[in-house]
């Protein structure tokens, strides 16, 4: 059965640090992966997504992710966070045409 | 361009009541899905609906759970007496009208229930 992993419940990082979630996934086929953003009141939001090519993805707001199958990985990378950044981040993995599964989510605290 | 709204964003009932979740999806938008997040876990699937129409339930739970996407108005997502177990963050997501896909989900911001 699919099923995602994100090791680290709760990160703490320094403004301006870089950050690296670590996302490791369980399919058989080649996977579509996904990260989400879910702001404080907000809904989920895509940030990128891997389907084939080039396995280091970009994405919106300066995040990138690097699809390692080896690993069976697809951790999501900042080089600087912004306070911003903030929130609960979401790996998930395609199944089917339609549905997602998701890992259980790590929160992201920045703290000044 | 509103997003796909859910309504309400909390809702508190005490066990044995009924609980009715409200998902209105982007506008274009025919596809409903309906996520539940348990504390401490992911998003799990539970129903795929099109106009009129459940797709796929596989996710559902096969008692007190039900759920509905009329020809007007938003999709529903109707728990009967519940229990303390269904205090979850329940998430609609919506698609475009050409194609169910994973690659286009646009996500509500989830109700909160809350079992007393």
């Known amino acids: 059965a699919q099923s995602v992993t994100q090791p680290d419940i709760h990160i703490t990082v320094s403004e301006g640090a870089s950050l690296e979630l670590r996302c490791n996934y369980s399919y058989g086929a080649t996977p579509y992966l996904f990260w989400y953003v879910q702001s404080p009141g907000q809904g989920l939001q895509l940030l990128l997504k891997y389907f084939s090519g080039d396995t280091l993805v970009q994405g919106i707001k300066g995040f990138e992710a690097e699809f390692k199958r080896s690993q069976s990985s697809f951790n999501l990378r900042k080089p600087s966070v912004h306070w911003s950044d903030a929130a609960e981040y979401f790996c998930a993995v395609g199944v089917g045409d339609y549905k997602l599964s998701f890992g259980a989510g790590t929160t992201v605290t920045v703290r000044a | ?116």
């Open chain 2, 1 to 116: 361009n509103a997003g796909v709204m859910q309504n309400p964003r909390h809702l508190v009932r005490r066990r044995g009541q009924e609980a009715r979740l409200r998902c209105s999806p982007m506008k274009g938008h025919s596809h409903v899905y309906w996520y539940r997040q348990l504390p401490e876990e992911g998003l799990k699937f539970m129903v795929y609906l099109q106009k009129e129409n459940i797709i796929d339930e596989s996710g559902m739970p096969k008692e007190r759970f039900s759920a509905e996407f009329p020809k007007e108005g938003p999709s529903i997502l109707r728990i009967q007496q519940v229990v303390r177990g269904d205090s979850a963050a329940y998430f609609c997501a919506s698609s475009p009208a050409e194609y169910a896909t994973n690659e286009k989900l646009f996500f509500g911001s989830g109700t909160q229930l809350s079992v007393l």
